[in-house]
């Protein structure tokens, strides 16, 4: 039986933090790519330390894209994120650009041909999940911590709080009764700052914003607020730690509360069912609670390379459903053509709209009317109170 009261913890990065400028370069190739042909695929891998950007990975595109326009997004990528220092800078770090053309034998996998279907991008289990917890039907802890650093770098990029460097960490304790939120019992901050500021003082900077993003008297007590408790915190980003692609994809997803399949999503083309297909169970799931069918929800699918049709379909609802699981799989197949094909179709996914997915989350985001976040619309929530 499932405990309905504890302690539990997530974390969220900035898009400034090493991992994540390397996510943001990734996907924002991944826009290029699909800006010029939406048909393009890319697996794009990204690497950041000290002064260095290197690419490498596959890419095959019907338009032609030189290495001048790769390395000028890129750039602008860093720019926008905000590094002007002398260990990371947008202009002046070393770039290396290792893509190349895609394996014509992972093409002949996934390619449609004849009386055969686009087939998955490679094999692999994908999740999705919702809860009612929190109005984007995320869970509580992941939600908050996107929001602090959200808000963080809102005022350092409009210049209302110059103090903030693109770096920085947080995490959200919270104290669950009956299995709903009840109060957070801690929270910590890690944030690169400028020279010359002491732990004290950016512990005043960021209470503020703490304050703002939770919820009324929900503010821990002060020994459990925690602001880079280590101390000094300038030197940072891919300066201060080395960054790789896909290395926060718990960030990326539910905080931990829910299972990963493995795989990351950024730097990815949506025939990759890594990603097209985390964020397919995401929207079946969220439809699901959305429709008050259960008060949580656990999708999982799987693939096989070169397959089109789904090996698996299983959902759990955590015994808060109203509706039978086996009866709700069926209604879902009926629903939702999960086929690499049906996915990026009904979700429309083959558009430039991921750079602004690598960071604060790929759920619990608003959908926009240029399709980015198409997989949190909850337009299948009456046609499944219908099936059931």
Request: proline fraction near 5%; include cysteine; charged fraction near 25%.
């Amino acid at each position: 039986m499932s405990r309905s009261s504890y302690i539990f913890t997530s974390e969220s990065v900035s898009e400034g933090h090493p991992d994540k400028v390397c996510d943001r370069i990734s996907d924002t190739i991944v826009d290029l790519f699909l800006g010029k042909d939406p048909e393009a695929r890319v697996a794009c891998e990204t690497l950041t330390t000290t002064n260095q950007i290197v690419l490498a990975g596959e890419v095959r595109c019907a338009a032609e894209i030189d290495d001048g326009e790769i390395e000028a997004a890129a750039r602008e990528a860093v720019r926008d994120i905000g590094y002007e220092q002398d260990g990371f800078h947008w202009q002046t770090a070393n770039l290396q650009n290792f893509l190349h053309e895609q394996s014509v034998h992972i093409a002949q996998g996934v390619d449609a041909s004849g009386d055969k279907d686009e087939g998955a991008g490679d094999q692999g289990i994908m999740f999705g999940y919702a809860s009612d917890e929190t109005p984007q039907l995320m869970p509580a802890p992941i939600t908050y911590s996107h929001q602090i650093l959200k808000r963080m770098a809102e005022l350092r990029k409009s210049g209302a709080r110059p103090e903030f460097e693109p770096d920085a960490k947080s995490q959200v304790t919270m104290r669950y009764e009956n299995g709903v939120p009840a109060g957070v019992t801690s929270v910590v901050v890690s944030t690169q700052h400028k020279d010359g500021l002491t732990q004290a003082d950016i512990r005043e900077l960021v209470r503020p914003v703490v304050a703002e993003v939770l919820p009324e008297g929900w503010f821990p007590p002060e020994d459990e607020f925690y602001v880079n408790p280590t101390g000094t915190f300038v030197i940072g980003g891919p300066d201060g730690d080395a960054g790789l692609t896909g290395r926060k994809i718990i960030v990326d997803t539910y905080g931990g509360a829910a299972p990963h399949g493995g795989g990351a999503f950024s730097g990815k083309d949506p025939t990759k069912v890594d990603r097209s297909a985390a964020y397919a169970c995401r929207w079946l799931a969220k439809n699901v609670v959305a429709a008050e069918l259960a008060k949580r929800c656990t999708i999982q699918v799987s693939y096989a390379i070169g397959v089109s049709k789904p090996l698996s379909l299983y959902v759990d609802l955590h015994g808060t459903g109203r509706v039978d699981e086996a009866k709700l799989e069926n209604a879902l197949r009926q629903l939702a053509n999960l086929s690499p094909r049906g996915i990026r179709e009904r979700l429309q996914l083959n558009k430039p709209i991921y750079a602004r997915t690598a960071a604060y989350g790929h759920f619990g985001r608003t959908p926009t009317d240029d399709g980015a976040f198409s997989w949190e619309r909850t337009d299948l929530a009456d046609e499944l109170r219908s099936l059931l």
